[in-house]
């Protein structure tokens, strides 16, 4: 089963209001990422975990924060958002880092 | 910086023939891998075909595409296109000496008329 999970499938958000979104495998990946995907922009990569090492992109550092409280889960929390924040959330899981990545369906977010 | 090029945002093939999305890249990269990802409507991306051979043709589900360094490409091709093919398709390269996270480019949406 490769199956990667996210909740919520939608969100509707607040400008000014925290996020928080899940993730969730069963493959026992060493590696988690989370991308960001706007409309006709490409999937961008946000941050990613391997094993309990968190590696923020330098673009996103005071963006994004997350959390992985044990291998299955990883969320990606958002502390004010803002309407830029608006986007395609897109969560995937590796084994050891250097393979393929396998996807979640994503949380659509909508901040208003 | 690293970047992965679709030309194409929207594709649209009738059933039966043949079909070619186009990816081309630039990478500072040393050890690469390359991935063609296929999103359904409401379903999350899943890998169609990967490659990190040289010229070395790869094929799944109908599809082939041949990793070409010479000329930075790794462009996606079927000969006979089925409606079930309509979908969204990413091109993305991966570090395979570093993070492997994925350079995408901004996908090809592909439809398949009847």
């Known amino acids: 089963d490769t199956t990667v999970k996210q909740n919520p499938r939608y969100k509707l958000a607040r400008v000014g209001k925290p996020v928080n979104l899940i993730c969730s495998q069963t493959m026992n990946h060493d590696t988690m990422y989370w991308y960001q995907k706007k409309p006709n922009q490409a999937p961008k990569l946000l941050l990613f975990?391997?094993?309990?090492?968190?590696?923020r992109e330098a673009d996103t550092f005071e963006k994004f924060q997350s959390s992985r409280p044990n291998n299955s889960f990883c969320s990606l929390y958002i502390g004010s958002a803002g309407l830029e924040y608006s986007a395609m959330y897109l969560c995937?899981?590796?084994?050891?880092?250097?393979?393929?990545?396998?996807f979640g369906p994503g949380t659509r977010l909508l901040v208003l | 910086g690293d970047s992965v090029t679709q030309t194409e945002g929207l594709v649209t093939v009738t059933e039966g023939l043949p079909v070619k999305l186009n990816c081309t890249y630039q990478?500072?990269?040393?050890?690469?891998?390359f991935f063609w990802y296929v999103q359904y409507l409401n379903e999350a991306p899943q890998v169609l075909l990967k490659?990190?051979?040289?010229?070395k043709r790869t094929e799944h589900q109908g599809f082939h595409a041949t990793l070409h360094k010479s000329s930075s490409s790794f462009h996606l091709q079927k000969s006979s296109a089925q409606l079930s093919d309509s979908a969204l398709y990413y091109c993305?390269?991966?570090?395979?000496?570093?993070?492997?996270?994925?350079?995408f480019g901004e996908g090809t949406k592909l439809t398949v008329s009847s």
């Open positions: 990478t500072t990269y040393l050890t690469i891998a």
């Open positions: 995937a899981s590796s084994p050891g880092g250097l393979d393929t990545q396998y």
């Open positions: 490659s990190s051979t040289d010229n």
């Open positions: 993305a390269l991966s570090d395979r000496g570093g993070s492997a996270k994925l350079i």
């Open positions: 975990y391997y094993d309990k090492i968190l590696n």
